[in-house]
């Protein structure tokens, strides 16, 4: 059994920790408000970019895909490309693994039959693929909790040249999306090209200045730069939020260990009363018996 200086060394030790892990909690909490309030608010301009581009590609659309922008041509699949979003650090729970698993599940089913080049925004997502011995496409780090529009750029950049070379011919983005506080659920979305489905039949009659094909190649990079912003986002969020509920888990358990050793510490020290007690008593016995 541990001596009684031990327990409490340990006990100091614990209680420290729990400082410590109560003011990441303290610390994540407010720097999550402020990623959830900016998912949030940019998750409609998301919506109706990706709608409108729908729209400008079925108006833009002819009978072949040689009349599309090269961005929405649909062709044949020889290498899939993988964004890929984590933190740059870690104490975030399982939200980190969660992603990156998702990311390997979606590089197996397609490792098969395609080749695959990767992109990694984060720390740990780059470490773990370099790991598995990946040699990445580009890797982005230290974006910082408020990372900007123009941040996203450089990312943008490689993915839109990467698949007008010809480098990968489908690219998906993977990362956490923020539901609430308590659940980030791994997303994978197909980035390029623009899915079928997304080219919804024209619901509105609009009058362009200049004509539609020009617009849309305007506005095809800015709708890649803002999915990839809103994942980002996205990722941040959802970082704040279960950096938060570890932080949280790991002090009640700190204080639950610490009122375990507490317990244990009175009873060894009680322990040692009763046996000092004893010892006292028998010696006065001894003693007493000596002396008659």
């Not at 358990?253 to 020290?269: E, P």
Request: charged share 25%; hydrophobic share 40%.
């Amino acid at each position: 059994m541990p001596s009684l200086r031990d327990i409490r060394r340990r006990i100091r030790s614990i209680r420290s920790t729990a400082q410590i892990t109560k003011a990441m909690e303290m610390v994540a909490a407010s720097r999550m408000r402020r990623a959830q309030q900016r998912v949030t608010a940019a998750r409609p301009y998301s919506e109706a970019m990706r709608s409108l581009i729908g729209e400008l590609a079925a108006m833009v659309g002819g009978p072949s895909a040689a009349d599309l922008h090269p961005i929405l041509v649909q062709r044949e699949i020889d290498t899939v490309g993988i964004v890929l979003f984590t933190s740059d650090r870690g104490l975030a729970g399982a939200r980190n693994t969660n992603v990156i698993r998702s990311s390997v599940e979606l590089e197996l089913s397609q490792r098969d039959e395609h080749a695959i080049e990767l992109i990694t925004v984060g720390r740990k997502g780059q470490d773990f693929m370099a790991r598995r011995g990946h040699q990445l496409l580009g890797t982005f780090t230290r974006l910082g909790d408020q990372p900007s529009y123009d941040d996203m750029i450089p990312i943008a950049r490689v993915v839109l040249d990467s698949y007008l070379a010809g480098v990968m011919d489908l690219c998906f983005l993977v990362y956490p999306r923020f539901v609430n506080t308590l659940t980030q659920r791994p997303q994978v979305d197909q980035l390029l090209p623009l899915q079928a489905s997304e080219r919804v039949e024209r619901s509105t009659d609009y009058i362009f200045e200049p004509d539609p094909t020009s617009i849309l190649n305007e506005l095809l990079p800015r709708y890649v730069e803002v999915q990839i912003y809103q994942a980002m986002l996205e990722t941040i969020a959802s970082e704040h939020s279960a950096r938060m509920i570890a932080m949280r888990n790991a002090t009640e358990n700190a204080n639950d260990l610490i009122q375990s050793l507490t317990l244990t510490y009175n009873k060894a020290r009680q322990a040692s009363i009763t046996r000092e007690v004893t010892e006292i008593a028998s010696a006065a016995e001894a003693m007493a018996a000596a002396a008659r």
